[in-house]
């Protein structure tokens, strides 16, 4: 069975922000897909979770694509975050969502 990619916003500005269902989802992914894995360490950091990332960004989205895909495929879940906001509204996972669609 394939996996799920989930969109999760990120806080603007206060960490203390984030949604508790955000903050479940990334507690149970598999890995998360990251436009800046250290800004969303410091997230990661500050729930106390220990996580898998891979880097997904404006400048490697046609060869990060795929093996985010493979891995779904493969039955992972994943998170997709940007550095602060709702990814895939005007960045490139947008990119990503399409491919996984």
């Known amino acids: 069975m394939s996996g799920t990619l989930y969109l999760v916003?990120?806080?603007i500005g206060n960490l203390n922000d984030l949604s508790p269902r955000a903050a479940e989802t990334l507690e149970t992914v598999d890995f998360i897909a990251a436009e800046d894995t250290r800004v969303?360490?410091?997230l990661t950091n500050h729930l106390g979770l220990k996580k898998n990332f891979v880097s997904y960004h404006q400048h490697n989205r046609a060869a990060a694509g795929p093996p985010?895909?493979?891995r779904l495929l493969a039955g992972e879940s994943c998170a997709l975050v940007t550095d602060a906001g709702t990814p895939a509204i005007s960045?490139?996972?947008e990119d990503l969502v399409r491919l996984c669609a």
């Open 68 to 70: 985010v895909l493979k």
């Open 91 to 93: 960045d490139p996972g």
């Open 9 to 11: 916003a990120t806080p």
């Open 40 to 42: 969303s360490m410091k």
